[in-house]
């Protein structure tokens, strides 16, 4: 990549107040919020199981269904397919297995394949976790 070109970048992305998902995140717990699902944006989660130095996962929404915590994870590009995760992701994942965490994985590019809009997604794998989690299935 020509020096420009990487300077250019490098400026827009210091310069950039939000995530490159957050219009994306804002449509899903909108469209959530709108069925009953208060699901909270970037929240700190502290659990000493988790693999990080600081014991920190800031997982992109979260909700708490009774005394169950459900996590939502957009997944772009840069976290892999669903098939291929990258390493980082996998251990992301890990870590809310090994904290007893629910975690939803909306991936973008498998919405995209699919023709399925990421809110409709989201909304039909909330339902489908609550409704394991009301049967006694975790």
Same mark, same amino acid.
């Given at each position: 990549m020509p020096r420009g070109k990487k $300077? !250019? +970048?490098?400026?827009? %992305?210091k310069n950039r107040d939000r995530n490159s998902d957050a219009y994306k995140l804002d449509d899903v717990q909108q469209h959530l919020t709108q069925q009953g699902f208060n699901f909270i944006r970037e929240r700190e =989660?502290? %659990? *000493?199981? !988790? $693999? *990080?130095r600081n014991a920190i996962r800031v997982p992109d929404l979260s909700y708490w269904a009774g005394d169950?915590? +459900?996590? =939502?994870? &957009?997944? #772009?590009g840069i976290h892999g397919s669903l098939e291929m995760p990258t390493e980082k992701t996998m251990k992301r994942n890990a870590d809310y297995n090994r904290a #007893? +965490? =629910?975690? +939803? &994985?909306? %991936?973008?590019e498998q919405c995209k394949a699919e023709n399925l809009p990421v809110v409709d997604l989201a909304s039909y794998r909330v339902r489908e976790v609550l409704t394991k989690l009301e049967a006694g299935d975790n």
């Open positions: $300077s !250019f +970048i490098h400026q827009a %992305n =989660i502290h %659990n *000493t199981l !988790f $693999s *990080t169950k915590l +459900i996590v =939502i994870e &957009l997944d #772009g #007893g +965490i =629910i975690y +939803i &994985l909306l %991936n973008e």
